[in-house]
Nanobody
Framework: EVQLVESGGGLVQPGGSLRLSCAAS????????MHWVRQAPGKGREWVSR????????HYADSVEGRFTISRDNAKNTLYLQMNSLTTEDTALYYC???????????????WGQGTQVTVSS
């Protein structure tokens, strides 16, 4: 079965950095566009970033552009999100999600991980 397992979340001070990982299994990882999505307290889910199947094309929400970097290692079936210059508004539960095989924009999520909590606070 398809499995997506996030890790790397935690408590960090404003201005700090964190690197999230998502371990994928149960499908041919290298064939799929992948996303990071987050949900802050009291808010809906917000798309954060996506990466092409081959890892050469990346896109970001305006709120994280220039601070976050999405990447993947297809040989390791792993997706990453490097987060720098974190602010309190980045506090959220972060999910990795697989895009279905067809339309990639708007995102068409078909599988999700369990999420990893990121809390930015002094």
């Amino acid at each position: 079965e398809v499995q997506l397992v996030e890790s790397g979340g935690g408590l960090v001070q404003p201005g700090g950095s964190l690197r999230l990982s998502c371990a994928a299994s149960g499908f041919t990882f290298k064939d799929y566009v992948m996303h990071w999505v987050r949900q802050a307290p009291g808010k809906g889910r917000e798309w954060v970033s996506r990466i092409d199947a081959g890892g050469t094309g990346t896109h970001y929400a305006d709120s994280v552009e220039g601070r976050f970097t999405i990447s993947r290692d297809n040989a390791k079936n792993t997706l990453y999100l490097q987060m720098n210059s974190l602010t309190t508004e980045d506090t959220a539960l972060y999910y990795c999600a697989r895009n279905s095989y067809g339309v990639i924009w708007p995102p068409q999520y078909d599988y999700w991980g369990q999420g990893t909590q990121v809390t930015v606070s002094s």
